[in-house]
Protein backbone atom coordinates (compact mmCIF):
# COMPACT_ATOMS: atom_id res chain seq x y z
CA UNK A 1 0.00 0.00 0.00
CA UNK A 2 1.32 3.40 -1.12
CA UNK A 3 1.53 6.03 2.01
CA UNK A 4 -0.10 9.20 0.90
CA UNK A 5 1.77 11.06 2.91
CA UNK A 6 5.77 11.69 2.59
CA UNK A 7 8.15 12.35 5.44
CA UNK A 8 9.19 16.08 5.40
CA UNK A 9 11.82 17.57 3.11
CA UNK A 10 11.57 21.29 4.13
CA UNK A 11 9.87 22.34 7.71
CA UNK A 12 8.98 25.71 8.10
CA UNK A 13 9.63 26.82 12.05
CA UNK A 14 7.64 30.00 12.94
CA UNK A 15 9.07 31.91 15.54
CA UNK A 16 8.62 34.68 17.91
CA UNK A 17 11.79 35.10 19.51
CA UNK A 18 10.93 34.24 22.75
CA UNK A 19 11.93 31.64 25.01
CA UNK A 20 9.17 29.15 24.07
CA UNK A 21 10.13 29.80 20.07
CA UNK A 22 13.43 27.79 21.75
CA UNK A 23 11.69 25.09 22.73
CA UNK A 24 9.79 24.66 19.38
CA UNK A 25 13.36 25.04 17.37
CA UNK A 26 14.48 22.19 19.43
CA UNK A 27 11.87 20.43 18.60
CA UNK A 28 11.83 20.74 15.20
CA UNK A 29 15.91 20.24 15.11
CA UNK A 30 15.52 16.64 16.73
CA UNK A 31 12.69 15.82 13.27
CA UNK A 32 14.91 17.35 11.03
CA UNK A 33 17.90 15.58 11.83
CA UNK A 34 16.12 12.25 12.17
CA UNK A 35 14.37 12.76 8.79
CA UNK A 36 17.47 14.67 7.05
CA UNK A 37 15.15 18.12 6.72
CA UNK A 38 15.82 21.30 6.02
CA UNK A 39 14.73 24.42 8.20
CA UNK A 40 12.93 27.77 7.45
CA UNK A 41 13.51 29.81 10.71
CA UNK A 42 10.28 32.33 10.58
CA UNK A 43 9.98 35.14 12.11
CA UNK A 44 6.71 37.48 11.52
CA UNK A 45 7.58 41.37 12.30
CA UNK A 46 4.93 43.21 13.87
CA UNK A 47 3.67 45.76 12.02
CA UNK A 48 3.13 48.26 14.40
CA UNK A 49 5.85 50.86 16.07
CA UNK A 50 6.27 50.72 19.70
CA UNK A 51 7.27 54.13 21.14
CA UNK A 52 11.19 52.91 21.66
CA UNK A 53 10.95 51.93 18.08
CA UNK A 54 10.03 55.43 17.03
CA UNK A 55 12.46 56.82 18.77
CA UNK A 56 15.47 55.00 18.24
CA UNK A 57 14.64 54.90 14.36
CA UNK A 58 14.34 58.75 14.41
CA UNK A 59 10.89 60.63 13.60
CA UNK A 60 12.02 62.60 9.94
CA UNK A 61 12.70 59.63 8.41
CA UNK A 62 9.44 58.16 5.84
CA UNK A 63 7.55 55.27 6.54
CA UNK A 64 8.99 53.39 3.30
CA UNK A 65 12.50 53.78 5.56
CA UNK A 66 11.00 52.91 8.65
CA UNK A 67 9.66 49.91 7.61
CA UNK A 68 12.97 48.51 5.96
CA UNK A 69 15.16 49.52 9.10
CA UNK A 70 12.61 47.85 11.39
CA UNK A 71 12.77 44.47 8.63
CA UNK A 72 16.25 44.89 9.09
CA UNK A 73 16.35 44.70 12.59
CA UNK A 74 14.03 41.95 12.75
CA UNK A 75 16.38 39.93 10.63
CA UNK A 76 19.41 41.04 13.10
CA UNK A 77 17.36 39.87 15.78
CA UNK A 78 16.08 36.34 14.29
CA UNK A 79 20.01 35.88 13.47
CA UNK A 80 21.32 36.44 16.51
CA UNK A 81 18.29 34.18 17.68
CA UNK A 82 19.34 31.34 14.73
CA UNK A 83 22.87 31.65 16.09
CA UNK A 84 22.08 30.86 19.78
CA UNK A 85 20.02 28.12 19.08
CA UNK A 86 20.20 26.26 15.56
CA UNK A 87 22.78 23.24 15.75
CA UNK A 88 25.50 24.24 12.61
CA UNK A 89 24.97 20.55 11.55
CA UNK A 90 21.07 21.06 10.30
CA UNK A 91 20.75 22.87 6.94
CA UNK A 92 18.74 26.32 7.37
CA UNK A 93 18.04 29.51 6.57
CA UNK A 94 16.07 32.59 8.05
CA UNK A 95 13.13 34.61 6.63
CA UNK A 96 11.71 37.47 8.14
CA UNK A 97 8.27 38.92 7.00
CA UNK A 98 5.96 41.84 8.23
CA UNK A 99 2.33 41.21 8.96
CA UNK A 100 -0.23 38.68 10.42
CA UNK A 101 1.62 35.76 11.18
CA UNK A 102 -1.28 33.25 10.29
CA UNK A 103 -1.39 34.73 7.10
CA UNK A 104 2.49 35.38 6.42
CA UNK A 105 3.60 32.10 7.70
CA UNK A 106 0.56 30.35 5.08
CA UNK A 107 1.92 32.28 2.05
CA UNK A 108 5.47 31.60 2.76
CA UNK A 109 4.83 28.10 3.29
CA UNK A 110 2.89 28.06 0.21
CA UNK A 111 5.34 29.88 -1.84
CA UNK A 112 8.93 27.55 -0.27
CA UNK A 113 6.60 24.36 -0.80
CA UNK A 114 7.37 23.59 2.73
CA UNK A 115 5.83 19.76 3.75
CA UNK A 116 5.57 20.73 7.59
CA UNK A 117 4.91 23.56 9.18
CA UNK A 118 5.96 23.93 13.15
CA UNK A 119 4.38 26.63 15.74
CA UNK A 120 4.66 27.37 18.91
CA UNK A 121 1.42 27.81 21.62
CA UNK A 122 1.43 29.71 24.62
CA UNK A 123 -1.09 29.38 27.05
CA UNK A 124 -2.98 32.56 26.97
CA UNK A 125 -3.03 33.51 23.69
CA UNK A 126 -1.98 31.10 21.40
CA UNK A 127 -4.28 28.97 20.56
CA UNK A 128 -6.22 31.38 18.53
CA UNK A 129 -3.07 31.90 16.28
CA UNK A 130 -2.17 28.27 16.03
CA UNK A 131 -6.23 27.71 14.67
CA UNK A 132 -5.97 30.33 12.33
CA UNK A 133 -2.77 28.86 11.16
CA UNK A 134 -3.98 25.08 11.02
CA UNK A 135 -6.69 26.88 9.15
CA UNK A 136 -4.47 28.67 6.44
CA UNK A 137 -1.50 26.55 6.03
CA UNK A 138 -1.13 24.34 2.42
CA UNK A 139 0.45 21.74 4.38
CA UNK A 140 0.29 19.65 8.01
CA UNK A 141 0.99 21.93 10.96
CA UNK A 142 2.59 20.53 13.97
CA UNK A 143 1.42 22.70 17.80
CA UNK A 144 4.19 22.71 20.01
CA UNK A 145 2.22 23.09 23.66
Not at 119 to 142: F, N, S, Y
Amino acid sequence: MESIWELPKKILISVDLTEHSKKTVKYGEALAKKLGSQIVLMYVAPMFFTEADVMELQLDRKSEELESTMKSKAEERLKEFASSIMDASIPYETLVAAGVPPKEVADVAEKLGVDLVLIGCHKRTGAGIADKMVERAPCPVLVIK
